[in-house]
């Protein structure tokens, strides 16, 4: 199922003014602004896009208020600072196909009344920042159309938490990237206390896909809950790693197995279980992701959702409480330290993870305290993979099944 | 490698906005330059931008990209994070602890682990990363 990315016998190169026609961006555009900021969030709203970089928040609800500011000043800003554990989905859309975004951000914009725009782009990425650079130098949207919008790209410098929407606006205006406690939402106080859209860069590249479409073709692919597709990056042990776009609601099994996207298990060619979403994901057992459909929805009976939709899958070799220790390593190095329940937790998760034994209960009442206390995301999501995994058995060292029940 | 002075960063950041905006394209450029930011670049970004030089140190020392210390044309970092892991990164680690004088680093998550193990070398991806490829691009790099 392709829509974001480009079908494979597309000829026209990546960032070619033919590639901006072909994909339908300049189309998109023009109907954009012949419709009319309104229309287009009545789109965007009525296609039922949700954002694509974990949360999953209605994208019309934010440009709506955004929109409605009296404020004369608003911002919008593409999130692409992609550092979540096992993801790399957004690496491979604006490599294969980066009008995409880039259109979707300049109809964002359009439709709140941003004449300024922002591209948060990880540091680690110099060669989509290449890209991007010449992309923003050619600036198609800005013959067709008569919309003045300014599109700068500024380059992160590896922080994990800088993905973090509050933290990176900080991070834009040069000061530390440490969250800042919402409410206010950036929608009503963003970049210098103005309403700011931000977005991932899946959610501009499915605006662009709708408007040159329509709101009917959107919702035609996907669930009813869930319109459209979602890539997913799948790593670890399967016979054909990387990203794929999936309809929303497709069986995770298919997705592992089926010869147009990972192509089966690798490795050992037996699975234990798949880390679905990224550090803050959730552990799912072999039986579990024969089960599971890819979806919010139907994540839920598993405690799980797409997260950031990163699949990392495990052969039986692997010992998933040394990959839930590292997990836990990861929290520890990224936490911005800025909250005690987090800056103390994510160490003493790493601790308790590394002891012979685990407390149980202990660790149950830690991740609990850090889901609740916690400033931002970060800390509140740190023990979900943990906490999955305890409440997997299955998934336990065979060795010290015993011991770790009666810890 | 020489390390820029308070003058030569002056020129470098000139035509930056003097706005504490421009701090994190500044600290690139100087880094970029030097391969390090040292207490008095910091310094001197900060008397160009601004921003009190304790602050540019707390932003600076904020990302893992940034180094304070040492200095090096082209850090070399290996991603050790979970799926990397699976597929020999932290023998790559030791390999390239054991022959390098200057530190390696390990990293978490590069966003390229559809083809581990991954490294950085400067700003330059390796995916997959061998020590046959974190060699080349060394040699490539001026000391
Ligand atoms: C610790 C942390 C890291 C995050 N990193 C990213 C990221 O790298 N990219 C991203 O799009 N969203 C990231 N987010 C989510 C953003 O805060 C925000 O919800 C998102 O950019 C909104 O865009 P969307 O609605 O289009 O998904 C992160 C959240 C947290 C708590
Ligand atoms: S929860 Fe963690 S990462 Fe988030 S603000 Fe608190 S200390 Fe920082
Ligand atoms: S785990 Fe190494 S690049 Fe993602």
């Known amino acids: ?407 | 490698m020489k390390e820029s002075n308070p003058a030569s960063i002056q020129s470098l950041l000139a035509d930056l906005p003097k706005e504490r905006a421009s701090l994190l394209p500044a600290l690139w450029r100087v880094f970029e330059a030097d391969g390090v930011l040292t207490r008095e670049a910091l310094a001197a970004v900060g008397e160009a931008l601004d921003v009190p030089a304790a602050e540019v140190y707390g932003v600076a020392s904020f990302y893992a990209l940034f180094h304070v210390e040492a200095q090096e044309r082209a850090p070399v970092r290996v991603c050790t994070d979970v799926v990397c892991s699976l597929f020999g990164a932290q023998e790559l680690l030791n390999a390239l602890r054991g022959r390098r004088e200057k530190p390696v680093y390990a990293a978490t998550c590069l966003g390229r682990c559809d083809a581990p193990p991954a490294a950085l070398v400067g700003r330059q991806a390796l995916a997959p990363a061998s020590l046959e490829g974190v060699d080349a691009v060394l040699k490539g790099v001026q000391p």
Request: charge should be negative.
């Open chain 1, 1 to 407: 199922m392709r829509r974001l990315l480009p079908a494979d016998d597309t000829v026209s190169p990546p960032l070619s003014r033919e590639r901006w026609r072909d994909r339908g961006y300049h189309e998109a555009w023009e109907r954009a602004l012949t419709l009319g900021p309104q229309t287009v969030i009545e789109w965007v709203t009525a296609a039922g896009l949700t954002g694509r970089g974990g949360a999953a928040f209605p994208t019309g609800q934010k440009w709506a208020s955004v929109a409605q500011s009296a404020d004369p000043v608003k911002y919008v800003v593409m999130n692409a600072d992609e550092s979540e554990l096992g993801t790399f989905k957004d690496r491979a859309l604006l490599t294969r196909d980066p009008w995409g975004a880039l259109a979707g951000l300049a109809i964002a914009a359009f439709a709140v009344g941003a004449h300024e725009a922002y591209v948060y782009l990880r540091g680690e990425y110099a060669d989509v920042e290449r890209l991007l650079e010449e992309a923003l130098a050619l600036a198609p949207w800005a013959e067709a159309g008569s919309y003045p919008l300014a599109v700068r790209l500024i380059r992160g410098a590896g922080a994990y938490i800088a993905g973090e929407e509050t933290a990176l606006l900080n991070s834009i205006e040069g000061r530390r990237p440490e969250p800042r406690v919402k409410p206010p939402f950036p929608t009503a106080r963003g970049l210098w206390g103005h309403p700011t859209v931000i977005q991932n860069v899946e959610t501009l590249a499915n605006v662009a896909v709708l408007l040159a479409h329509d709101v009917a073709w959107f919702r035609a692919v996907g669930t009813e809950a869930a319109p459209g597709t979602k890539l997913m990056a799948v790593s670890g042990h399967v016979a054909r790693p990387g990203v794929y776009e999936i309809p929303m609601g497709l069986p995770l099994w298919t997705l592992l197995t089926a010869p147009e996207y990972a192509g089966g298990i690798g490795g050992s060619g037996r699975l234990r279980a798949v880390l679905l979403g990224g550090a803050a994901g959730t552990f799912l057992t072999a039986d579990e992701c024969r089960a599971a459909r890819l979806d919010n929805l139907a994540l839920q009976p598993f405690g799980a959702s797409l997260g950031s939709g990163a699949v990392m899958v495990f052969d039986d070799t692997v010992e998933i409480r040394q990959v839930v220790r590292q997990v836990a390593g990861f929290f520890a190095e990224e936490s911005c330290g800025q909250c005690v329940p987090c800056r103390i937790g994510t160490r003493r998760l790493l601790e308790q993870l590394s002891a012979s034994t685990l407390d149980i209960e202990r660790l149950r009442d830690l991740g609990g305290a850090m889901r609740d206390a916690s400033i931002c995301g970060l800390g509140q999501t740190a023990p979900q993979a943990l906490l999955s995994y305890l409440d997997r058995p299955s998934l336990w060292p065979r060795t010290s099944k015993e011991e770790e029940c009666h810890a």
